[in-house]
């Protein structure tokens, strides 16, 4: 079965990604919950962090200072080197 992914980028032409392995589990794995800050992700954020946890993972939340720029080097590395998986949140 194919995947698709679904870019919300406003690139003119597509970028072909390849998917990473999903793990078999998330007991004992860390997740990043990454907040962009628009309004309601962090509603979606904390019901996803509920479900994680009850998965067995550990969360950690981080959030952008705003949406409309990436975000920062230094918060990309803190993410980067505490956490095996990352949800970005985009909501409205």
Do not use: N
Not at 22 to 41: C, M, N
Not at 63 to 73: E, I, S
């Amino acid at each position: 079965m194919s995947k698709l992914l679904l870019d919300p980028s406003s690139e003119r032409s597509v970028t072909s990604r390849t998917l990473l392995p999903r793990p078999a589990s998330l007991a004992g794995l860390t997740v990043g919950l990454l907040d962009i800050t628009k309004p309601r992700g962090d509603i979606f954020l904390d019901r996803l962090h509920e479900r994680l946890v009850d998965d067995g993972a550990e969360v950690r939340r981080y959030t952008k200072p705003t949406f409309t720029k990436p975000a920062p080097v230094d918060l990309r590395h803190e993410i980067a080197t505490q956490c095996q998986l990352v949800i970005e949140a985009l909501a409205d």
